[in-house]
């Protein structure tokens, strides 16, 4: 490919609406354009990037067994209704009428259609197990679209539908399917995790996240650099700090603490360590009539170290709460502790409480709390003597590093990621919402086992550049680089040596098979580089009169602090060797 060919529009300057560093990048190589909140038009640039990713997908999904079909953007709304996930879904779910008023979606995701399509075509359990897969336009209508493609409206996603006729073979399908999804982000060139994660409002059991780390990520991920373990910060199990309770070594004091209503002003007041100190939080949960009328409530107080963080992902997996709760209202708390938040405890409340200590301070002695009196806290506080035990002891916190990690074989780290893939195992949740049966070895008819597998393609632009980039540019890895190679000849247009040297290297790489950029375009050497590197082409060779004269060219890879000069006859098997490597 030559430049003159193509289209190259870089820009010196970011817009001044471009938050993050993927969007600013993307936005100044020219790589996508913006049309509306959200929506980008991606520039031949961007979408050679794209069709690199998809290709890597493709190639393993059909390594790994899975079928490509193409399932419409815009669906009926019957079958979100089967679901009820049309009525449940938020206005993140674009719905829309045509002109015989007739519900549609705008679909964000397709599992009622590709459902529809395996309970009208998979009869038997001789067709199973069975993948269909497709790369398609979803659209989820964000409040407040921002970070470019990273949180947009419009984008593109991979996403997979496997049918199974047990448990045991969806759970091998699942297995395939993961092992497929550490080939493409290895093929990437990503540094990534793939993680334990919660499995969210698309439901289901199983379920694994693929992080790309950056430090700009939205997501905290939680890791043991020892061993194999790593979850979701959601999902990441947090063990208790002691194997077991310590006995009481301080009497039970009401201590005068005016105007500190928060655990780390306590501690500093009275000059003890945020770790002996317990927070409250009140939560509440309703008991609704068949008419959806809110006939009484729960109020539950939950307890967790001064120093530690409540996690309601955990919180609505406790038995009493995973129907769903709520923060107590302010009448709610002081009609039950007698007291307004900010000085909240255990003890000496107006009316009973369901109590769930985290399993950290279900351990925990000589503890300091709040005495449900304005200004005053509990000091001495220990289980049993001073309070009944809890009538839960739960997992309800988030980890923090240096935590022991859960499988005992060292301490937790967190890093930042961007997640960009997600595998689920569903189970019959959509089988049976919609009757999609098939007829087992008995001839009895039986709910497909069902799991999801989805990869955002574009969202990979935006999280590969958040991983990898510096103050001259974006940094793509070989294989989704929009060109691999960019020659840049000084005076192309003025030297016919340099004209013959370039277009000869530019035609052995190409048939050589190396996705190669010849800049012939004329410009100047300062910004002819400037150009490449903001795109980010992994690798550069330059050519002059000079060099010529020398018999060497210069190589520079976009990683590399400086040029290497190569022998004119050898820069091609260079080049080669450095892709190879």
């Not at 993050?20 to 190589?29: F, G, K, P, W």
């Not at 375009?521 to 300062?526: H, K, L, T």
Request: aromatic residues 8%; contains cysteine; proline residues 5%.
């Amino acid at each position: 490919m030559k430049a003159s060919q193509f289209f190259i529009a870089t820009q010196k300057e970011a817009p001044a609406d471009a938050e993050v560093v993927s969007h600013q990048l993307m936005m100044r190589a020219g790589m996508i354009k913006r049309l509306g909140a959200g929506i980008y038009n991606y520039m031949p640039m961007g979408l050679r990037v794209i069709r690199k990713v998809e290709a890597i997908i493709r190639e393993e999904m059909g390594r790994a067994g899975a079928v490509e079909m193409l399932m419409p953007v815009v669906q009926p709304a019957e079958l979100w209704q089967e679901t009820g996930r049309f009525d449940k879904m938020g206005p993140e779910l674009m719905r829309v009428k045509d002109r015989h008023g007739r519900d549609f979606i705008i679909q964000p995701t397709s599992e009622e259609v590709v459902t529809d399509v395996a309970r009208q075509e998979l009869r038997s359990y001789k067709q199973l197990p069975k993948n269909f897969y497709h790369i398609q336009t979803k659209f989820r209508d964000e409040r407040r679209p921002r970070f470019g493609i990273m949180r947009g409206r419009e984008f593109t996603m991979k996403d997979a539908y496997s049918f199974d006729r047990n448990p045991a073979a969806a759970a091998k399908s699942y297995e395939t399917m993961f092992a497929a999804y550490k080939r493409i982000f290895d093929r990437f060139g990503l540094q990534y995790r793939a993680v334990a994660a919660d499995t969210g409002a698309i439901g289901g059991d199983l379920s694994h996240e693929f992080q790309v780390i950056a430090d700009t990520g939205e997501d905290a991920i939680v890791y043991c650099p020892t061993s194999d373990y790593a979850a979701n910060i959601e999902l990441a199990e947090a063990v208790a700090l002691s194997s077991e309770r310590g006995a009481a070594t301080q009497a039970l004091t009401k201590t005068a603490t005016p105007g500190k209503s928060t655990c780390a002003d306590v501690a500093v007041l009275l000059d003890l360590p945020l770790a002996q100190t317990v927070k409250s939080l009140v939560m509440a949960t309703d008991e609704v009539n068949d008419k959806g009328d809110i006939v009484g409530s729960t109020v539950w107080l939950l307890l967790l170290r001064g120093d530690h963080d409540m996690n309601e992902v955990k919180v609505g997996k406790v038995e009493g709460l995973k129907g769903g709760f709520r923060f107590a209202t302010l009448g709610e708390i002081e009609d039950h502790f007698g007291c307004k938040p900010g000085y909240l405890g255990p003890i000496g409340l107006k009316k009973p409480v369901k109590v769930i200590a985290d399993r950290t301070v279900a351990n925990m002695a000589d503890f300091v709390c709040g005495a449900n009196e304005p200004d005053f806290h509990l000091t001495g506080v220990n289980w049993g003597r001073d309070l009944p035990e809890p009538d839960l002891v739960a997992d309800i916190r988030n980890v923090v590093a240096g935590d022991p990690s859960p499988d005992g074989q060292g301490v937790l780290a967190i890093q930042r990621g961007i997640e960009v893939g997600h595998v689920f195992y569903l189970g019959t949740k959509y089988s049976k919402a919609m009757n999609a049966t098939f007829l087992d070895e008995t001839g009895k008819p039986a709910h497909f086992e069902m799991g999801c597998y989805g990869i955002g393609v574009t969202r990979i632009l935006g999280a590969a550049i958040e991983q990898a980039h510096d103050a001259r540019g974006i940094v793509w890895p070989d294989a989704i680089a929009p060109f691999t190679v960019a020659i840049c000849p000084i005076g192309y247009d003025r030297s016919a040596d340099v004209k013959a040297a370039a277009d000869a290297l530019h035609d052995e790489l190409q048939a050589a098979g190396i996705d190669v950029m010849l800049d012939d375009r004329g410009e100047r050497p300062g910004a002819m580089f400037a150009d490449w590197e903001l795109i980010g082409v992994p690798h550069r060779v330059v050519l002059s009169d000079r060099g010529l004269k020398e018999g060497q060219l210069e190589y520079q890879g976009r990683r590399d602090a400086a040029a290497t000069k190569v022998p004119t006859g050898e820069v091609a098997a260079f080049v080669k060797a450095r892709l190879q490597a």
